[in-house]
């Protein structure tokens, strides 16, 4: 086996249960799954063109078509 056998990793294991505390680390647990899922979703999001459409129509407000013509000056 390698420098940590099975007997070392449960020692850590009950360390750090004792110095954070079972309650603590569970938080910990659903902090960054929660994260992960956000994540998740987020880059599946992202990925659908429906997604952009509504990401440009609610920043603007809505939807503009047009042409931009240059002004000419009548000097």
Known sequence: MGAWSIWHWLVVLVIVLLV????????IGQDVGGAVKGF???MKDANSPETETKQ??????????GEARKEQNKS
Not at 20 to 27: D, E, S, V
Not at 56 to 65: D, H
């Open 20 to 27: 954070f505390g079972t309650k603590k680390l569970r938080n």
């Open 40 to 42: 998740k979703d987020g």
């Open 56 to 65: 440009v129509e609610n920043q603007t407000g809505a939807t503009i078509e």
